[in-house]
């Protein structure tokens, strides 16, 4: 059974997550910052909460949150633990409240780090901040219960080997609440699905197979291929992207994403396999929602799991 996804933000519905800015908080003291922040983290597990009740009365079975739910949550001057937060067990119970309620009904939580987060970084500094970030969003992962963490395998760097060899290496030394919910993406300019199985099959770290990506960067796989080598990489449901292109297959960079799903860009193989497919599409709900009605029109069944207990 396919399980749809919605990515981050909606398009129609009143449904907002907030953020901030690092030069918006150094206009205030550190107690005023603090409190500005728990402030929105609060805003945001209600939205949060709000997100999971829509997808879930809507058919839609996953919902990706955006990395920054914990606005500035590692920046290196605003950042902050946790405990500094005024009312960070109740920020902290409300995020484990949003995910159960997730949980029970069905909606797979995951998040994909921002493009700063690179392992394969050539500059500890970089691999350090990145780091950081995962470390943070498994930390959050805990109380929400979301079980994919997903993230690009970064740059080439003008030597491919020696990048795939120090992503594998950064990924051998992170802690395990971060191993077990990282997964690698293919991307549209560095990493075919090829280059990144090799590293996935040593690490034991699930690829999501993207399949637009793999249209705009092809390698010696076929769509179908790809698809099954990917799925063999995970231990649970695995999780896909699918997005079409804006100017169409014709007219132009095929990179950027159009408003909707074209149904001719949803691969015949996925059609009855359980999976996880998160649509990367501007129209966000929208898109989603008419994706879902194509594919019931041609007999392809929607939905998600049976809820499980935590």
């Not at 739910?69 to 960070?88: F, N, Q, W």
């Not at 090829?194 to 793999?214: A, E, I, K, N």
């Not at 994403?257 to 599409?281: Q, R, Y």
Request: aromatic fraction near 6%.
């Amino acid at each position: 059974m396919i399980r749809l996804g919605l990515c981050c933000l909606f398009h129609e519905q009143p449904i907002r997550f907030c953020t901030t800015t690092a030069t918006a908080m150094a206009r205030l003291e550190r107690p005023r910052q603090l409190e500005r922040l728990a402030g929105l983290c609060l805003a945001n597990a209600e939205a949060l909460a709000q997100a999971v009740a829509w997808c879930a009365a809507n058919g839609i079975g996953a919902f990706r949150i955006n990395s920054q739910i914990l606005p500035l949550k590692t920046h290196p001057v605003a950042g902050y633990r946790m405990e500094e937060l005024p009312d960070a067990p109740e920020i902290i119970g409300r995020f484990r409240a949003a995910g159960l309620a997730a949980l029970r009904a069905g909606v797979r939580l995951s998040m994909h780090p921002d493009q700063f987060v690179v392992l394969n970084s050539p500059r500890p500094e970089v691999v350090r901040s990145s780091v950081a970030e995962l470390v943070y969003q498994a930390e959050f992962a805990e109380w929400t219960g979301v079980d994919v963490i997903n993230l690009h395998g970064g740059g080439v760097y003008g030597d491919r080997p020696a990048a795939l060899d120090r992503l594998e290496r950064a990924i051998a030394s992170l802690p395990e609440a971060v191993r077990t919910r990282l997964t690698l993406e293919n991307d549209d300019r560095s990493f075919t699905p090829s280059g990144l199985l090799p590293v996935c099959l040593r690490t034991g770290v699930p690829l999501v197979y993207d399949v637009h990506h793999h249209r705009c960067l092809p390698d010696s796989l076929t769509v179908e291929g790809a698809t099954s080598a990917a799925a063999k990489t995970w231990n649970r449901e695995p999780l896909f992207h699918i997005s079409s292109p804006k100017a169409g297959w014709g007219g132009g960079d095929p990179r950027p994403h159009h408003d909707f799903i074209a149904p001719s860009d949803f691969p015949a193989c996925w059609h009855n396999l359980d999976l996880t497919i998160e649509v990367e599409a501007k129209a966000k709900e929208l898109a989603v929602g008419r994706l879902a009605a194509s594919l019931r029109a041609a007999g392809i069944a929607i939905g998600g799991p049976k809820p499980a207990e935590r």
